[in-house]
């Protein structure tokens, strides 16, 4: 998975933005804003997120967290017309307070998972759900019978 910074020199580079302050006109943000992007001082918020997202062909959810499709491919926001700037916040939220709440190894999972193919992600989980041990029968019926 991408971090911001490199989704942001990434976007820039197709869009022909040389240096921060391309960026920050082409969001209609401040320039310190666009240097906290970089840093990783703050997040794209949903306003300027929601701005990039209309103006360029780069789809929120690849802006957002680099989850694919990298591009729009009907031109509209992928959050779909009526989406409001609440709305993606909330999305962020949720998706910035779960990933804060992993450890090295889930994030390194959940990196692969979106890196590999829907029909493979499919087949990891089913992998996945395999591995988990099962309690046998009669590891349930003595529980069931203790006192």
């Given amino acids: 998975m991408t971090t911001l910074t490199e989704r942001l020199k990434e976007a820039m580079d197709e869009l022909e933005l040389h240096k921060p302050v391309d960026l920050a006109r082409y969001c209609g943000v401040s320039e310190g804003l666009v240097s906290q992007w970089f840093s990783g001082a703050t997040s794209l918020g949903p306003k300027p997120l929601k701005a990039f997202a209309r103006k360029s062909k780069f789809s929120l959810d690849w802006l957002t967290d680099g989850r694919l499709p990298k591009y729009r491919l009907d031109g509209a926001s992928s959050e779909g017309p009526g989406a409001t700037d609440e709305a993606i916040a ?10 804060d709440s992993l450890d090295f190894g889930e994030t390194e999972m959940l990196e692969i998972y979106r890196k590999i193919k829907p029909e493979d992600q499919e087949a990891l989980k089913d992998h996945a ?7 046998t029968a009669a590891h349930k019926s003595f529980r069931r019978n203790k006192p």
């Fill in 90 to 99: 909330d999305r962020m939220r949720v998706e910035i307070t779960v990933m």
């Fill in 129 to 135: 759900k395999r591995m988990i041990p099962v309690e």
